[in-house]
């Protein structure tokens, strides 16, 4: 189960920090990230951490970050200068293993968390 917080509404240029925890019994996280869904818009890869690596979105390079400094079943994503274009609900996502399946890897994702930019 991911269980995510953060989110809210906030004006152009302003910062929001996203933040998810996965609960339960862990085997392996492959990697943890967010993804993005804007009304009438597919769901968007926004940034992953894998194995120390991360990749983002051009959209978004520069302005967010994407972190474990919560620990490694935690990932935050830091928003700094949102754009009006940024809204969206932000969705986080963990593919890992269970002991019960430490072979079969899962893909969860979150409830999704509501983030609006706009004066």
């Known amino acids: 189960q991911l269980v995510e917080s953060g989110g809210g509404l906030v004006q152009p240029g302003g910062s929001l920090r996203l933040f998810c925890e996965v609960l339960?019994?862990?085997?392996?996280?492959?990697?943890m990230g967010w993804y993005r869904q804007a009304p009438g818009k597919q769901r968007e890869l926004v940034a992953l951490?894998?194995?120390?690596?991360?990749d983002y979105a051009d959209s978004v390079k520069g302005r967010f970050t994407v972190s474990r400094d919560g620990g490694e079943n935690t990932v935050a994503l830091q928003m700094n200068d949102l754009k009006p274009e940024d809204t969206a609900v932000y969705f986080c996502?963990?593919?890992?293993?269970?002991?019960?399946?430490?072979?079969?890897?899962?893909?969860?994702w979150g409830q999704g968390t509501q983030v609006t930019v706009s004066s």
């Open positions: 996502n963990a593919r890992l293993s269970t002991p019960e399946n430490p072979w079969v890897p899962a893909n969860l």
């Open positions: 339960g019994s862990i085997f392996r996280i492959n990697h």
């Open positions: 951490s894998s194995g120390g690596s991360t």
